[in-house]
């Protein structure tokens, strides 16, 4: 990923950024041939418009492209993301400052990705001089683990599975000197019931990813992931609609180990830990069923009020795992509920912390890094919801409100002796391409959660 970037001695063609306020007096600076150029192929600052202006001997002499004002509401950081897919091949440098400098090379980086597994989709074949001051090694980092973690949700599930997720991690941790240990089989149906449960069905068995990284004198971060690599629904049943994208239920995973490689390359002075209950939701006979009861590692004891409510399951054995170590910081990722895209769409996933000062850091990290998130509450008026009549808790209370906070209030019953505890319920995929973002899976909320590790760890 690196190779995008250029040195700053190599010869390259300038994109000068124009707006609708500012394209006035960039037009009446250019030389008057290509002012004349511009004109007569009515050019207009209108956002995502690109010409390419030709020298007197016919190479390119530079590049305009437009982006919002800077006042606009709807201004994206990541609009020069779109211009890897326009440009010819070639070397290009910012001639004028963008709104922001280090977000628009990173969307120049993460916009030449492409997933090209199973045909020849090759990635555009073009390089920035990354601009002044910008730390080229940690956008290249940052693209470098969206890209794993787009490659990953990417892949369908016949080649996505739980044993292929782990080959994922075991090469992350040759890459960087981490230890990693997968529980299966007796020791996994013993020692982490739901896990097991909801992966019995499948003829892939399920597991528990377990890889440990860094200085144990360090303060411990656990990051947890959602680790679904397909999902059916269980015995309730989803919709063929509903099953189209389920390769990407493995998202959490994705980006943890995203996160888990950017904080290993960085040598972040933690102890990471990562845990990943990779599995597969499939229908069979052995499959667990609605009213099911099983005793948890923590033990809490479950009712399954729905099948399809399998990645809280999954989760919470691996979250009372990671909780029994005291973590300073524990984090958890996965792609858990459609009431989250009800309430916030696809790009704004929802976090949810007790801890005031961790919650204003992960905020101020997400609009840093143009990686949204947005806060929602652990309301404990609604934790009763959870009750059951046969057994300590239910899975997915009957009824359609609030399902994103009650899936937060069902894992936190899970976590007790951690510090800080920040659950995430991300979506892992963008439905339609956006600048620096195409469609697909998507790396979301590593970025973020990245830098404010980096804040509190260098």
Not at 151 to 161: V, W
Not at 218 to 238: E, S, W
Not at 340 to 354: E, H, I, K, Q, S
Request: with cysteine; glycine share 8%.
């Amino acid at each position: 990923m690196s190779s995008i970037f250029a040195t700053a001695a190599t010869a390259a063609i300038p994109i000068t950024f124009v707006t609708e306020a500012t394209w006035d007096a960039i037009r009446d600076e250019l030389p008057p041939l290509a002012r004349q150029f511009a004109e007569a192929n009515g050019f207009a600052a209108k956002p995502g418009k690109v010409l390419a202006l030709p020298a007197a001997d016919g190479r390119i002499a530079q590049v305009l492209f437009a982006l919002e004002d800077e006042t606009s509401k709807a201004r994206d950081p990541f609009r020069p993301g779109a211009l890897p897919g326009l440009l010819p091949p070639g070397v290009y440098r910012f001639a004028n400052a963008p709104h922001e400098p280090r977000l628009a090379a990173l969307g120049f980086a993460l916009g030449c990705y492409r997933f090209g597994r199973y045909r020849k989709n090759e990635t555009p074949d073009v390089r920035l001089v990354p601009p002044d001051g910008v730390d080229v090694t940690d956008v290249a980092r940052m693209a470098e683990a969206a890209a794993l973690a787009r490659d990953l949700i990417n892949t369908p599930s016949n080649d996505m599975g739980p044993a292929e997720l782990a080959g994922v991690a075991r090469e992350l941790a040759g890459r960087f000197g981490a230890s990693i240990n997968c529980i299966s089989g007796a020791e996994l149906e013993q020692d982490f019931p739901l896990i097991h449960a909801v992966g019995m069905a499948s003829t892939r068995p399920p597991l528990l990813i377990d890889l440990s990284w860094g200085d144990p004198a360090h303060p411990k971060v656990t990051l947890v992931g959602k680790g679904v690599c397909f999902d059916t629904g269980g015995l309730d049943l989803k919709p063929s609609s509903g099953m189209l994208i389920m390769k990407k239920d493995m998202g959490g995973a994705a980006n943890v180990l995203a996160l888990a490689q950017m904080v290993m390359d960085a040598k972040l002075k933690l102890r990471l830990r990562v845990l990943i209950p990779a599995v597969e939701n499939a229908v069979a006979g052995n499959a667990f069923r609605p009213l099911d009861i099983f005793r948890s590692r923590k033990g809490i004891t479950v009712e399954i009020g729905n099948t399809d409510a399998e990645g809280r399951l999954v989760l919470a054995d691996a979250l009372a795992l990671a909780d029994e170590e005291k973590p300073e910081l524990l984090v958890d990722l996965g792609t858990l509920t459609g009431a989250a895209r009800v309430a916030l769409g696809p790009d704004l996933p929802p976090f949810y912390t007790n801890d005031e000062t961790l919650a204003a850091d992960v905020a101020a990290h997400a609009k840093a890094e143009n990686d949204p998130l947005w806060r929602m509450p652990l309301w404990p008026a609604y934790d009763t919801w959870l009750d059951s009549k046969t057994a300590d808790i239910n899975n997915a209370p009957s009824g359609g409100f609030a399902g994103s906070i009650t899936c937060a209030l069902f894992l936190q019953r899970f976590v007790e002796h951690a510090s800080n505890w920040l659950h995430v319920d991300i979506y892992g995929w963008t439905p339609s391409a956006k600048p620096g973002r195409p469609e697909g899976g998507e790396c979301q909320a590593a970025r973020a959660i990245y830098k404010l590790l980096s804040q509190r760890y260098a």
